[in-house]
């Protein structure tokens, strides 16, 4: 099976949000060392508080990218938070890239899985380069016959 997803995903949603936790800890323990007049309760609470936030946003914007994608000749294997799927690449309606942000990749789905109708994940830096992969990925599904320029029943295209 042929990697499409990038390595460091699985350890950034993991590990990313810890060491925003423990940066927002040091940053209080270093303002409560500091000749301000704030308590140094104060202090480990506003960073507390901040070491929450970061690690909640940290999560929020990670967590909708899947762990691991891999390319398995006639379906794609996917992994997240210990959930394995194949997905067929008949059940891939439309793969795209977002043109800000041409690292991510979005499968859209005619079935739902258990990931849901939409999946995303940040691309190999092997296939980097605007595309490639996504060109590849639609070149592959049309192959199957299941992209055609009028499919009412499934709400068209996305190409």
Request: proline share 4%; net charge neutral; hydrophobic share 40%.
């Amino acid at each position: 099976m042929k990697r499409l997803s990038s390595g460091p995903t699985f350890l950034g949603k993991r590990v990313f949000p810890a060491i925003m936790g423990c940066v927002a800890g040091m940053m209080a323990i270093l303002i409560s060392s500091q000749e301000i007049d704030i308590p140094f309760f104060l202090a480990i609470v506003i960073g507390l508080f901040a070491g929450f936030l970061m690690t909640i946003i940290s999560m929020r914007l990670l967590t909708e990218y899947m762990d691991e994608v891999f390319d398995a000749g006639d379906h794609l294997v996917i992994r997240n938070r210990g959930i394995t799927e194949e997905i067929d690449l008949r059940d891939i309606r439309n793969v795209d890239s977002p043109l800000m942000q041409p690292s991510v990749i979005w499968l859209h789905l005619r079935r739902d899985s258990s990931f849901g109708r939409s999946i995303k994940f940040f691309q190999s830096p092997s296939h980097s380069g605007y595309s490639k992969l996504v060109d590849s990925l639609n070149r592959r599904i049309k192959q199957t016959g299941q992209i055609s320029g009028n499919n009412s029943e499934e709400g068209g295209d996305l190409l």
